[in-house]
């Protein structure tokens, strides 16, 4: 068993980064390897921070894993050691979980980030099973992965407990609507691992303030720097850079809102990787069942930046 300081390493701002793709929709490591420099580059090296690999926003669901494999291990390249990558081996079938943690362990990923069963509304006792199942046969230190929508259950607090009591959990990003929830998680193993604010820079300064380790972020996929510097002034009490930051970027808030309003949470990872190809990061299209932005879309989106500050000469 890992002690459990080893995942410490889990926290700060943790990237959830996209899949680099090529045109045809097939994987693209070189795209994945420049994207991962791209972040880093642009401010994610600057402060304590982690990159999630074949995340939901990485579009787990549609990745095989010797297609999973060969993004972890360009990013891996991209990073060049700079920052921890944890390896998103997301899935139902607990053998296959279990495959790729072993593959994310063979090619050099800090850790992997593991998820509640889904398609089927799963029972308490399936959840803690599959968990047991596979915390016990794994090596790398585990992000724990709360997401409500994907897997039709609010991880109750009292599976959270028990699971932070395993050796090989280091932390758990909890994505739970109710930041009462938060709260209690944060106030039950927020000593024993790291709690990391999952509702991003939307629950930032507030979470921080609570305690919690990180937060994770999907607009750190064309703002790096914009989302480090939450984070920084969210540490620091220096709320009014916070809250400054955040009303700068209301164009994109309120466009990415009225797109997921639209169509869901699945249309996240289009806007994203449309938006990091304004910002100079062309890391492709996404691949079905998530479907492209519509062109009156894209100008939205790309007007919501402008507005943002973060095209042309207003660009940090």
Excluded at 188 to 194: C, L
Excluded at 195 to 211: D, L, R
Excluded at 279 to 294: F, M, N, Q, Y
Aim: charge should be negative.
């Amino acid at each position: 068993m890992t002690g459990p300081n080893d995942g410490d390493f889990m926290r700060g701002v943790i990237a959830i980064m996209v899949t680099g793709r090529a045109v045809s929709g097939a994987v693209d490591p070189g795209r994945t390897r420049s994207h991962a420099e791209f972040l880093l580059n642009h401010g994610l090296r600057e402060e304590e921070s982690a990159i999630v690999s074949t995340g939901s926003i990485g579009e787990c669901a549609a990745l095989s894993k010797e297609e999973r494999t060969k993004i972890w291990e360009a990013t891996l390249e991209g990073v060049a050691g700079n920052v921890p990558v944890i390896a998103g081996i997301n899935h139902t079938n607990p053998n296959q979980v279990v495959e790729m943690a072993k593959r994310a362990a063979k090619v050099g990923t800090q850790g992997v980030m593991l998820m509640t069963p889904y398609y089927w509304a799963p029972s308490k006792r399936s959840v803690k099973n599959f968990f047991h199942m596979i915390l016990d046969q794994i090596e790398l230190p585990v992000l724990l992965y709360n997401n409500i929508p994907a897997t039709q259950m609010d991880l109750p607090l009292e599976l959270i407990t028990e699971f932070a009591e395993h050796g090989r959990v280091g932390a758990i990003k909890e994505c739970t609507p109710d930041f009462t929830k938060l709260e209690r998680v944060y106030r039950a193993v927020g000593e024993s691992i790291n709690v990391i604010n999952g509702n991003g820079e939307f629950w930032e300064p507030y979470a921080s303030v609570m305690g919690c380790h990180g937060l994770v972020s999907g607009l750190v996929n064309f703002a790096p720097k914009k989302t480090i510097d939450i984070r920084r002034y969210s540490r620091e009490g220096n709320y009014e850079k916070v809250h400054a930051i955040k009303k700068d970027l209301q164009p994109y808030f309120k466009f990415f809102f009225e797109v997921t309003g639209k169509y869901g949470m699945s249309a996240e990872p289009a806007i994203l990787k449309q938006a990091a190809s304004l910002v100079g990061s062309k890391v492709g299209p996404v691949k079905a069942p998530v479907t492209d932005l519509s062109e009156a879309e894209e100008e939205q989106l790309k007007q919501s930046l402008e507005e943002s500050g973060l095209l042309g000469d207003n660009r940090e």
